[in-house]
């Protein structure tokens, strides 16, 4: 890739460790977003509900915030969050509030922080040199119908080795 426009990272499964915090926080297995349920995901809601603040509980995936920031030391301000919060009827109140914290914690000091609903993050698209690094598959669809370049991210190392395919990333 010659240019790069924007750099989004989704955060929850790229940058927080979500599953973790499903399993050691709400004390349920992780669910496969991509084959939820109505049940499951009322399940899963329900717990968040009950732990205060569990966005800002997650604790980084290893390897995630290095990647982030040697992005951020490179194309500054072209590199910030994209994430996706719980539509309202969830009843997760202090989602954005929890996201932009957990920002706060871990990246470097004035990171561009977008939370939205997940159908909205395809509305970033200005051109293809725009880059959306999600771990759902269907944002990844949906910001490539957009006319994006999406990274679907599964692991750190992964990640880093698809940026570094791609010259975004630099081996050091």
Do not use: C, Q
């Given at each position: 890739m010659a240019e790069v426009g924007y750099i989004y990272f989704d955060m929850?499964?790229?940058l927080s460790d979500f599953a973790r915090?499903?399993?050691?926080?709400?004390?349920?297995?992780?669910?496969?977003q991509e084959h939820?349920?109505?049940?499951?995901?009322?399940?899963?809601?329900g717990a968040m509900r009950n732990?205060?603040?569990?966005?800002?509980?997650?604790?980084?995936?290893?390897?995630?915030?290095?990647?982030?920031?040697?992005?951020?030391?490179?194309?500054g301000d072209r590199c910030r969050i994209l994430s996706g919060i719980p539509k309202p009827r969830r009843g997760i109140v202090t989602a954005?509030?929890?996201?932009?914290?957990?920002?706060?914690?871990?990246?470097?000091e004035g990171?561009?922080?977008?939370?939205?609903?997940?159908?909205?993050?395809?509305d970033f698209v200005h051109n293809r040199n725009d880059i959306l690094i999600d771990d759902y598959t269907k944002n990844i669809s949906e910001w490539e119908t957009a006319g994006g370049t999406g990274v679907h991210c599964t692991s750190s190392e992964e990640l880093k080795n698809k940026?570094?395919?791609?010259?975004?990333?630099?081996?050091?």
């Open positions: 929850d499964g790229v915090g499903v399993k050691e926080l709400l004390h349920l297995e992780p669910r496969d939820s349920t109505a049940e499951s995901d009322e399940e899963l809601f732990y205060p603040h569990f966005y800002d509980s997650l604790e980084p995936i290893p390897g995630s915030i290095e990647i982030f920031e040697e992005l951020y030391a490179e194309y954005a509030e929890d996201k932009n914290s957990w920002v706060r914690r871990y990246l470097p990171v561009i922080v977008h939370t939205v609903s997940r159908a909205e993050k395809k940026l570094t395919e791609m010259g975004i990333l630099h081996k050091r």
